[in-house]
Nanobody, 123 residues
């Protein structure tokens, strides 16, 4: 059974940086596409970006383009979300998701989910 665990969330000041990790177990990360989502209180879970099996074809939401970078360390079964120039609007619970054929913003398209990690950006 594939399991995803996010880590690296926390409190950061506006303008700061943070790195989130997504560890996959029960499978091989290179077999899966990986997506990052976030959900702010009272809002829907939105796609931040996604990366294909071997690191290509990365797509980002407009809100994070140029500030967030998604990568995969397939050798260590870990996905990475590097965030810089963080804004208060980036405050949310961040989730990683995986699926062999998953893509796009519809959460129903993604097969496996982590439990989420809180990112809070203070002014």
């Amino acid at each position: 059974q594939v399991k995803l665990v996010e880590s690296g969330g926390g409190l950061v000041q506006a303008g700061g940086s943070l790195r989130l990790s997504c560890a996959l177990s029960g499978g091989t990360l290179s077999d899966y596409r990986l997506g990052w989502f976030r959900q702010a209180p009272g809002k829907e879970r939105d796609l931040i970006g996604a990366i294909r099996r071997f690191g290509g074809g990365i797509e980002y939401a407009d809100a994070v383009k140029g500030r967030f970078t998604i990568s995969k360390d397939n050798a260590n079964n870990t996905g990475i979300l590097d965030m810089k120039d963080l804004k208060r609007d980036d405050t949310a619970v961040y989730f990683c998701a995986a699926g062999q054929k998953s893509w796009g913003p519809d959460i129903r398209n993604w097969d496996y989910w982590g439990q989420g990690t809180q990112v809070t950006v203070s002014s």
